[in-house]
Each structure stands twice: as C-alpha cells, then as structure tokens.
C-alpha cells in the first residue's frame, strides 16, 4: 500500500489506507518492420528511446499551460525539467477554484522512473501570482510517494485531494512536481492558471451523514463506519463512536455461522428525525440469508453514538423492507415499503413505522409486479399526503424505463403509471413543496448532460435547468442523497456526481430558489479510494 502525506493550510488530513490506480494500456512507441530499411530508421528510434528514459509528468485537469498531450508515453509535453513552470508563459486561469473547499487535481505519471533503493514523490504547490522562478516560491499542499508499476510506460494517473487555501486569488500558479529521486534525473513539473474565489453557497445547516468505506467498491462484504461531510469543504471526519456496519455488495464471502457483531446497513434504509439518523438493519446472519432486517437502529448524528434499538413488528410473509421515508407531518417518524411475494411475483405497499418499532399499513398494495422490482427511490409528500416509490425495470438493461408508483394515503388508494424516458432517465426523487424534482444525465446513449427535472403524477418530465457542462460528468446514477432539506425561501437539495476526467465525486447543492447549481469536490483521498453508501442529510 501507499500512503499520502497531505500537507495544507487547515490541519493535516489523516493519512490514506490505499492506492487505487487507473492505468492507460501500454501503446508502443513504434511499430519497426522485421526489416530495417535504412540508417535513418534506427537513428531515429534511439533518439525517441533516449528522449523516453527521463520521467514525465503532466498537469490534466486543471491544464497546464500549453496543453498536455498523453495519446503516447514519452510526450514532450510532460517533459519539462525546468523549475519552476518550464519557463512556459501564464495563461488566463482555466478553472476557478472556491477558498477553503477541497480540489481533485488530476495528473498523469506519462513515465515512470521508480527508486526501489529511495522512492521518489509527487507533488501538488501553490503560489499567488504568476512570476514565480524558483520552487521554494509555492507552498506544498499535498504529497504522495512514487507508485512502482514495474512497466515504465505504464502511464499511470492520479487524482490527488487538496485543500484550496482559504482565501481570494484573481490569479494564481498551481504546480505539480515529479522528483524521482536519481542522480541521473531531473526533477519534472507543470504548471496551471486558476482563480480562487469564495463560494455564495446558502448554508443549508445539518449534517449528512454516510457509510464510508475503504477498498474496491466491488468487495462482496465490507466493514465500514459512519462519517460526516462536511457541506462547506468536502472533508470527511469519522463519527468516533459510529458502529460497526456490514454493507453488502454481491455475492456471500461470509458464511451465515460468522460472530461479527456488525449490523448490516442496506441503501435506501436510512432516514432522519428529530435530529437523529435512524436506519433498518439487523444482524450479519439476517443479511446473509436475505431475511428481512428486524432492528430500527437510532445513532447520534454527532458522536455516531446508537442511542436505541427496537425490534420490528414485521407483517407476515414480507421479504423485505425497503425506502425507510420520514414523515415530519404525520404521528409516525416514517414510512417504509414491505415487498411481499405473489405467486412468483412481488406486490410493494407502504408501512408506518414508529420509534416503538410497531407497523401498520399506510395505503393498499400496489398491483402484482413481475419486472419492476427495482426499487430506486421514494419520497413523501406532506403537500399531497402522498408517498411515492419509484422502480425500474430489471429487463430494461439501457433505456431505463421507470414506474412511479403513488399511494395516497388520503384517499387510501394506490396507483401506478409509466416515467415518461424518451429524453431523461431518472433513478431518485425529491419532493420540494408540492412538486416531485429529481436530475437526469440524459439518455444512456448521449454524452452526459445532467438537468434538474420535474415529474408529474402522471408520469412527465420536464426539463428546469442545466447542471455543468456536456460531458463534464459520468452518467453515474448512484449519487441520491436520502432526507429532505426543509423547505424554506431557499428550496433546495443535495446530489452526487461523478466527474469524468478522473472519476472522482462532487457533493452539490442543487438550488431551486435561484436555479443555481454549487458543487464541492469530496476529499475521498487517492483516486477516490473510499467510497460512500447511505449518504443522508439529517434535519
């Protein structure tokens, strides 16, 4: 493993606990003939081959001045030895950055030159202005070791976190530097033009709260803790007394005999109330077997603390509980949708749940459904008095096709009606006021533009405003933030989202007063090692 050192102007983050790498396959820099055909052939092949024994280092995202070209290890433009910026003139800043918030630079390592007798490093430096000529003018704010490849043009990239200094620059020079630590060698750098500017976020006050978890996101169980995000920067601060938590991702790699003492936590079962984080889970046995969780847990959405644990009176022959939904204007704290087997088939209806653990049903089942079993989201109205449940189908494997399915629990009836998906696909719900929002990248088959959007009852969507540039995100639906901000003269909602130059992810807050958009880049360390599961904003 390798391990950062970050070094900022806010007290040092703690160090990471692994790497995780995305590697471009190797290109080769020629394709000979089995023949040489002249001189001039090999000559030229020696000269590329001596120009590609020196490492390389290259500025992605923000760029660096000049432009960066990697289609092939070995690129010129990576090659600059000179301190502190290869002498390349300033550009007008390319990105602007917001003071105190954390910054995923993303770089490429075009060669590699690993010491194994004394490791070289990398790092990330700031400085105000644009005349700097001597390294010693920038401050670093974060440094990583050498990662060893063994394949020299592995041409490896890294998304490193920062944290912006916390204060006002019109222009300043960001640099990055590859020492590889041998005689023979340089020290490499680039350099790039930002601005710093201080965010106009609105505060939206809160916490969210999310499961975070080190390691590959495709581990089948993992243990893992609650954190905190903080809203205005991006960081990550472990609750010190958060519990044990079991997440479970594919198949079993624990057999149901096992003694941990973790509870599970599934997505979609967490919620708020009164100012605690409450979430359905049950032992690791229960999560193994596919027995539906017995426990309504509350946790201390500070210390992490769980301050009660009540069994749940679970309805007969119900498979699963799924879309735990608080209800602020009704006597119970939520509702939460039971799935029951029908003949092969599945039926949702809703449940109150209150604090003591007991369950009534809320609104009649909904029909019998034989494909739309995915349960994506669900959310409730205290406009309506509805609740709504949204669930995809799992034989639409690209388009996405969605039912909203709406219990009232007025008028004790239940019906269903397709998502209109013939421009926007749509996996999350948000109820703000009276009117159901949720955001869209678009179709699966289009470069991504995401959108804040609206559904009907009936199944509408309309387009209300655009969020970041074409292509700026991934089409990565997993980005839901649970609980609602209460409604105020600043509407508004949370959303992750994945950016595609590196990967990485952004907490944005999504206003609807101001049809204003303020993402933050989250500090998940090296190439996002951690990842988050249940994030959820309690009031």
């Given at each position: 493993n390798l391990f950062i050192l970050s070094v900022s102007f806010s007290p040092p983050q703690r160090p990471a606990l692994g790497l995780s790498l995305t590697q471009r396959p190797f290109a080769p820099l020629l394709s000979l003939p089995s023949v040489m055909k002249s001189l001039w052939s090999l000559t030229v092949l020696v000269a590329l081959l001596s120009s590609c024994a020196l490492a390389h280092i290259c500025l992605l995202y923000p760029e660096q001045r000049g432009g960066a070209d990697i289609s092939e290890p070995g690129s010129p433009s990576c090659f600059i030895p000179s301190a502190p910026c290869g002498k390349k003139p300033a550009e007008a800043p390319k990105v602007t950055l917001y003071a105190g918030t954390t910054f995923n630079v993303l770089l490429q390592q075009n060669l590699n030159h690993y010491n194994p007798g004394w490791p070289g490093f990398i790092d990330v430096a700031w400085a105000v202005g644009?005349?700097?000529?001597?390294?010693?003018?920038?401050?670093?704010?974060?440094?990583?070791?050498?990662?060893?490849?063994?394949?020299?043009?592995?041409?490896?990239?890294?998304?490193?976190?920062?944290?912006?200094?916390?204060?006002?620059?019109?222009?300043?020079?960001?640099?990055?530097?590859?020492?590889?630590?041998?005689?023979?060698?340089?020290?490499?750098?680039?350099?790039?033009?930002?601005?710093?500017?201080?965010?106009?976020?609105?505060?939206?006050?809160?916490?969210?709260?999310?499961?975070?978890?080190?390691?590959?996101?495709?581990?089948?169980?993992?243990?893992?803790?609650?954190?905190?995000?903080?809203?205005?920067?991006?960081?990550?601060?472990?609750?010190?007394?958060?519990?044990?938590?079991?997440?479970?991702?594919?198949?079993?790699?624990?057999?149901?005999?096992?003694?941990?003492?973790?509870?599970?936590?599934?997505?979609?079962?967490?919620?708020?109330?009164?100012?605690?984080?409450y979430y359905v889970g049950g032992t690791d046995k229960e999560s193994l077997s596919n027995r539906a969780p017995s426990t309504l847990f509350g946790l201390d959405p500070t210390t992490g603390t769980v301050v009660s644990a009540v069994s749940i009176q679970a309805p007969p022959s119900l498979r699963q509980w799924t879309s735990l939904t608080a209800t602020p204007t009704l006597a119970s704290a939520f509702i939460v949708t039971g799935i029951f087997p029908v003949n092969g088939d599945y039926v949702f209806q809703p449940f109150f749940l209150f604090l003591n653990g007991s369950t009534s049903p809320a609104a009649p089942a909904s029909l019998v459904q034989d494909t739309f079993v995915n349960v994506f989201w669900a959310d409730f109205s205290p406009c309506a008095n509805q609740f709504y449940l949204l669930s995809g189908d799992e034989n639409s494997l690209e388009t996405l096709d969605v039912m909203l399915f709406v219990f009232d629990l007025g008028q004790n009836k239940t019906t269903q009606v397709m998502v209109d998906n013939s421009k926007y696909t749509v996996t999350t719900l948000q109820v703000v006021g009276c009117q159901l929002y949720s955001v869209s990248p678009g179709l699966l088959n289009q470069t991504a533009q995401w959108s804040v959007v609206t559904i009907s009852p009936s199944g509408a969507v309309a387009p209300v405003f655009s969020l970041g540039a074409p292509g700026f995100y991934t089409h990565y639906y997993g980005g839901g933030v649970y609980g609602q901000i209460p409604s105020s003269s600043s509407p508004a909602f949370y959303h992750i989202f994945q950016r595609a130059n590196d990967n990485s992810f952004q907490l944005g807050l999504i206003s609807l007063s101001s049809s204003s958009f303020y993402p933050t880049d989250l500090n998940l360390q090296l190439n996002s090692f951690v990842s988050l599961s249940a994030v959820t904003y309690i009031q």
């Open positions: 644009t005349n700097q000529t001597e390294d010693n003018q920038f401050t670093v704010v974060a440094q990583i070791p050498d990662y060893w490849p063994h394949l020299q043009a592995s041409q490896t990239n890294f998304s490193i976190p920062i944290s912006v200094p916390n204060f006002s620059c019109p222009h300043c020079t960001l640099r990055v530097r590859y020492h590889p630590n041998k005689p023979e060698e340089p020290i490499f750098h680039n350099c790039a033009d930002v601005e710093i500017v201080y965010s106009n976020a609105p505060q939206q006050g809160g916490k969210i709260i999310a499961a975070a978890r080190n390691g590959p996101r495709n581990q089948a169980y993992t243990t893992q803790g609650l954190v905190s995000i903080d809203q205005s920067t991006g960081s990550l601060l472990p609750l010190p007394s958060s519990p044990s938590l079991l997440v479970r991702s594919s198949s079993p790699s624990l057999s149901s005999s096992s003694s941990s003492p973790a509870s599970s936590l599934t997505q979609g079962l967490t919620g708020s109330y009164g100012g605690r984080m």
